[in-house]
């Protein structure tokens, strides 16, 4: 009977923040370990690194992070050592600049590579093309979405002639356990409204993410201002939530349009909030108003979990993960107008409407965008890759 291998996977990302990309490495990696698998991290370091569970994740801190061509061969020197010393089976990155040390010590060593396409990725030029081209020239390829799946395929489709290259879609899932309506502290919620001076007596709409031009904050608060000028919204408290990441012009640029339209009572900036349920968990809507395809919408799943009605643009993964008017609602991309009018169209819902759309929600997320899902699929396609099983 021929002996079955223990899988060894080095997963290999930048920083490990708080990003979709890095939650969803977190969750992998723990969830190996539960497979009996060794599980390995490189990483530069961030913010989640502290959660790590050490006894059951070897994490390996180098400068992954780096578009140094210098430092880039000399990671790969380095991920070389480390497949020899733990006998890694697959290395599985999920960034452009790493994939180039991963391709290269996954040839120096005779180990499989898998990728996770986690953007767009645009190019403006051949060589950005070639650059960015590194994601697809793994053993396995993953999309996070039809979107995704379908940007790989129309742009660099030429790279999977080659049989033994694969690409498919495992749709990105959150933990629908820690985003969970009935598991998120009404102390902590509480405190968290009082600390930032939320009055939960408004209705609170609340724009989760960074801080950067494609992400529509501008979109936003253009169509609170026409919110405004119906004279229908002197109840609503809109929230943009998040950090501007060094963005300081882009960050007043926001500040002044709030001052411009006088929406300083309308319009609050929280930089961060250290457990996302409990913003979450004080919205009465949440909005995604991304100018550009968001390659999974995070935002709109983790919304859905919470039951929280959620409207974004109708364009990239959104369209995926929300079903129209079920469990949620997609506006014209880009048309603050559009996003006015449903931001309004949901104001005048009744209570149980706004309900049943969130039951309806985090139905649809437990179906499709469990964590648990995403992962054990994953696994499958781990022990398809190396024929161990």
């Known amino acids: 009977m021929k002996k079955k291998i223990k ?14 990309a890095e939650t ?9 370990h539960e497979q009996g698998c060794g599980s390995y991290i490189a990483t530069s370091g961030g913010s989640l690194l502290k959660f790590i569970k050490k006894e059951k994740v070897k994490i390996f801190k180098l400068p992954v992070h780096s578009k140094n061509p210098i430092l880039i061969f000399i990671n790969s020197i380095t991920i070389s050592l480390i497949i020899l010393l733990y006998n890694i089976n697959i290395v599985h990155v999920r960034s452009r600049a790493p994939a180039w040390s991963c391709l290269l010590a996954t040839k120096l060593t005779g180990r499989k590579l898998a990728s996770t396409f986690h953007g767009t990725y645009n190019f403006k030029n051949k060589f950005k093309k070639f650059y960015n081209s590194v994601m697809v020239r793994a053993d396995l ?26 690409l498919l879609v495992i749709f990105r899932g959150i933990n629908t356990n820690y985003f969970n309506p009935k598991k998120a502290s009404l102390i902590k919620i509480n405190k968290f409204a009082k600390e930032e001076k939320i009055d939960r007596n408004n209705f609170i709409i609340i724009l989760p993410g960074r801080l950067t031009n494609w992400k529509g904050q501008k979109l936003f608060i253009e ?22 990441q060094g963005r300081n012009v882009y960050k007043k640029q926001l500040v002044r349009l709030v001052e411009q339209y006088r929406l300083g ?7 961060h909030c250290a457990e996302m349920p409990i913003a979450y968990g004080i919205a009465n809507l949440v909005v995604s108003s991304s100018i550009e395809p968001e390659a999974f919408g995070r935002v709109s799943v983790e919304s859905q979990s919470m039951e929280v009605p959620i409207i974004a643009s109708n364009i990239g993964g959104s369209k995926e993960t929300i ?24 104001m005048n819902k009744d209570y149980n409407s706004l309900k049943f759309i969130g039951f309806e929600g985090r139905k649809n997320v437990l179906k499709k965008f469990d964590v648990d899902k995403m992962c054990n ?9 190396i024929k161990t099983f």
């Open 141 to 166: 390829v993953i999309a996070g979405s039809n979107f995704i799946f379908s940007h790989v395929n129309e742009n660099y489709g030429n790279f999977f002639l080659n049989n033994k290259k694969k």
């Open 265 to 271: 009572k309308f319009i609050k900036f929280i930089e």
């Open 323 to 346: 079903i129209n008017d079920k469990t949620g609602f997609l506006f014209k991309s880009g048309d603050p107008a559009s996003l006015a009018d449903t931001i309004s169209l949901v």
């Open 377 to 385: 699929s994953t696994f499958t396609e781990y022990k398809k890759l």
């Open 7 to 20: 899988i060894k996977i080095l997963q290999v990302i930048p920083k490990l923040g708080y990003g979709g």
């Open 223 to 244: 169509a609170i201002k026409l919110l405004t000028e119906k004279n229908i919204s002197t109840s609503v408290q809109a929230i943009i939530l998040g950090s501007d």
């Open 24 to 32: 969803g490495c977190y969750d992998l990696a723990h969830f190996l």
